[in-house]
């Protein structure tokens, strides 16, 4: 991964990056995608696909359906309600 994509990249994630910290991650970036590289050429052909490797049965709780908390008692637990919803700071303007 060459320094041009650092940038690109770190452009759309709105991050200031000073020049040694571009080369910096340009080198990482580059072993970390040769790695993931190295992975990808292991043949899985054979390997079944697993969601846990523990081979235990997952403990789940029962799923049991219960009262849920009132929409008058969330709005009174908030620091400002309006037309019957919370009030947030605007952030997008």
Same mark, same amino acid.
């Given at each position: 991964?060459? /320094?041009?994509?650092?940038?690109? +990249?770190?452009?759309? @994630?709105?991050?200031?990056?000073?020049?040694?910290? !571009?080369?910096? &991650? =340009?080198?990482?970036?580059?072993?970390?995608?040769?790695?993931?590289?190295?992975?990808?050429?292991?043949?899985?052909?054979? /390997?079944?696909?697993?969601?846990? +490797?523990?081979?235990? @049965?997952?403990?789940?709780?029962?799923?049991?359906? !219960?009262?849920? &908390? =009132?929409?008058?008692?969330?709005?009174?637990?908030?620091?400002?309600?309006?037309?019957?919803?919370?009030?947030?700071?605007?952030?997008?303007?």
């Amino acid at each position: 991964m060459d /320094v041009s994509q650092i940038r690109h +990249v770190a452009a759309l @994630a709105e991050l200031s990056l000073t020049p040694e910290e !571009e080369q910096r &991650l =340009a080198a990482e970036m580059t072993r970390i995608l040769d790695y993931v590289a190295e992975l990808d050429a292991v043949d899985t052909s054979s /390997v079944l696909p697993m969601t846990q +490797v523990t081979g235990a @049965a997952p403990r789940l709780r029962e799923d049991v359906v !219960e009262e849920g &908390l =009132a929409h008058e008692d969330a709005l009174a637990a908030a620091p400002e309600a309006e037309h019957g919803g919370f009030v947030v700071p605007t952030f997008v303007e």
